[in-house]
């Protein structure tokens, strides 16, 4: 089951013009930035760069995430060439994909799904280059290999090499976004494990970290042997029992995508719930708060990457939902919110250089905070170009879901 997306000829024409805007960007930054990668914008509007090598890490007791960004550009390059079919863009996102490969045997993070699934997959979709899908398959093995088995399920560690204890309690919402990488490997290669330790993960997810009254924790501890939370808390979001919404998102957004890749109308009432509360908590807006809770001169901070990933995962589970006038809803409701960052937060002037305004990194660390931020950058092009270019940077399938 897949149907058409319900935008309006409007918002299809605005959505494949500001495709063509970021393309113009990414053809005049790729000149101008060297070898590094963008990773924020700095208060003039400049990117900031950061090597493909830097590898997430410990340095005492503080974690860095580390150079998680660079993916998504290769992404926005391939983007750029589906929309313009100039094929500039094919030579840049290859000579970018050698750099990045090398992040394909890391085992610090997690977040190697979020880097290959932004890239290599879309590269190897566009291009049909095996090259592309044996870097992505190199990068969902170590993905797999973060698995965590406990007496009651199993999760994907997210922070840290699994020789550190700390890394091996650890558990992120954010892990949710990166499952896609694993359900691509399954199918490519026919090696089912990559599915299992996705689910197992999700389902793990499920009990641990969503709240009672459909919100989520930003990170868990678990006991790694009883699989039972110890805590449950923020890195990124203004207070551990705090709503951060670009964690709701990542959530939202895994659980469409496991609907999608195994056809179980558990992962999609789940995305359901987690939308309704996302949804409920932003009223009549479209762009949320870095946190929902957040209080004081903090209330103020925008987050336009939350409001990009839930745009993206909106339009996808109206694209493979079931019943045809709930699909209509989501669907109607993501391009809302995508017509409203186009009209709200896209950077039209051109000394900022990201293509989202207002994002939110992360406020405890005081870093990116109202900026742009390469992966609301990335999950704004992938929501446009569900749109906009359908089934041109990723595959279009659906399991029929039951
Ligand atoms: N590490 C993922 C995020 O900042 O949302």
Not at 8 to 28: E, G, N, P, W, Y
Not at 95 to 123: C, K, W, Y
């Amino acid at each position: 089951m897949s149907r058409t997306i319900p935008a309006s000829t409007q918002q299809q024409k605005l959505f494949s013009d500001t495709l063509a805007r970021i393309a113009t960007k990414v053809a005049q930054d790729e000149k101008a930035i060297g070898v590094d990668f963008p990773q924020l914008t700095a208060p003039d509007g400049s990117w900031v760069t950061l090597p493909a090598s830097l590898s997430a890490g410990y340095s005492g007791k503080a974690w860095s995430h580390g150079n998680w960004f660079c993916g998504f550009w290769v992404g926005l390059l391939c983007a750029s060439y589906l929309r313009t079919e100039d094929k500039r863009y094919l030579g840049w996102m290859r000579e970018r994909m050698r750099l990045v490969a090398q992040r394909a045997s890391d085992t610090n993070t997690h977040d190697i799904g979020f880097i290959f699934d932004s890239s290599a997959i879309p590269a190897y979709h566009v291009t049909g280059d095996s090259w592309y899908a044996d870097i992505a398959l190199q990068a969902a093995d170590k993905l797999r290999a973060r698995i965590v088995n406990t007496r009651s399920g199993s999760y994907l560690a997210s922070w840290g090499p699994l020789s550190d204890d700390r890394a091996r309690c650890s558990s992120a919402i954010d892990t949710m976004a990166n499952l896609p990488l694993l359900y691509w490997a399954s199918r490519y290669s026919g090696d089912a494990s990559y599915q299992l330790a996705a689910e197992a993960h999700a389902q793990m997810t499920a009990k641990g970290f969503i709240r009672a009254d459909k919100s989520t924790y930003h990170a868990v501890e678990y006991d790694t042997v009883t699989g039972e939370r110890v805590r449950g808390y923020t890195f990124q979001g203004f207070a551990d029992e705090s709503a951060w919404s670009r964690g709701q998102g990542w959530a939202i957004y895994g659980y469409v995508i496991s609907a999608r890749e195994t056809g179980k109308a558990e992962y999609l009432r789940l995305a359901e719930q987690l939308a309704d509360y996302y949804l409920m908590r932003l009223g009549n807006r479209q762009i949320p708060p870095y946190d929902f809770d957040a209080t004081g001169e903090d209330a103020k901070i925008l987050d336009t990457a939350a409001a990009a990933v839930v745009a993206s995962a909106l339009i996808e589970m109206g694209r493979i939902h079931p019943d045809a006038a709930a699909g209509e809803r989501w669907g109607l409701r993501g391009c809302e919110m995508l017509e409203g960052l186009c009209r709200e937060a896209f950077a039209s002037e051109d000394a900022h250089r990201g293509a989202l305004k207002h994002s939110c990194y992360s406020r405890p660390h005081n870093e990116g905070v109202d900026s742009a931020t390469m992966f609301g950058d990335f999950f704004f092009v992938e929501a446009l170009s569900r749109v906009a270019l359908p089934g041109g940077l990723r595959p279009e399938h659906c399991e029929e879901i039951a």
